[in-house]
């Protein structure tokens, strides 16, 4: 328990908005040096998609695997609207249903762009590990909160506008580019 504090009490702190102050690597290495080889094994697989393998890993880890299938799960349905076949494909029933992921879910589509609404849901995601973390400073479930932090945060920092704006254009590019067995034939005009 000794090595909780001095690791957990070194940390630095997160914040969603800010740059992330280590990588997942560096983080990695650092519980590596502290924490049970078992506790290592489930820091390793917890990660910001679901993984069937935490379904059943007890703490803080099935937990987050539960509440991030839920908002999946949510997802799905949001997007797919009507089209039950899109629901019976990716929906993964059982899990617990939280009413804070609807809610949120729904102020994120009313956002104006694919970039605001990917912010709120991870703010939403934010809150859920904040809520997670009340009374674990200094135990594995502190450090699997702090570990899918993190994650939240290089996904933020790795997003750039410049390869955003590359890739828009290039899908728009394919998009009018017709291929020659669906272009019409000059002579039948």
Request: aromatic content about 8%; glycine content about 6%.
């Amino acid at each position: 328990m000794a090595a909780y504090y001095y690791l957990a009490s070194s940390l630095p702190m997160l914040q969603l908005e800010n740059e992330p102050p280590l990588t997942t690597e560096e983080f990695m290495s650092a519980c590596g040096n502290w924490v049970s080889k078992s506790e290592l094994a489930t820091l390793e697989r917890l990660g910001l998609v679901p993984s069937p393998e935490l379904a059943a890993a007890g703490g803080m880890a099935e937990k987050w695997n539960d509440w991030e299938t839920a908002l999946r799960d949510q997802l799905v349905r949001t997007r797919a609207g009507r089209s039950a076949d899109a629901i019976d494909k990716y929906v993964r029933e059982g899990c617990d249903w939280y009413s804070e992921i609807e809610r949120g879910i729904q102020e994120a589509f009313s956002r104006p762009n694919p970039l605001a609404r990917e912010q709120a849901i991870d703010s939403l995601r934010w809150k859920q590990l904040d809520d997670l973390e009340t009374g674990h400073q200094f135990d594995i479930d502190f450090l699997s909160i702090y570990k899918v932090k993190l994650m939240l945060m290089e996904k933020r920092a790795g997003r750039d506008a410049g390869r955003g704006r590359e890739n828009l254009e290039k899908i728009v590019d394919e998009i009018y580019q017709t291929p020659e067995e669906f272009q019409i034939p000059a002579d039948s005009e």
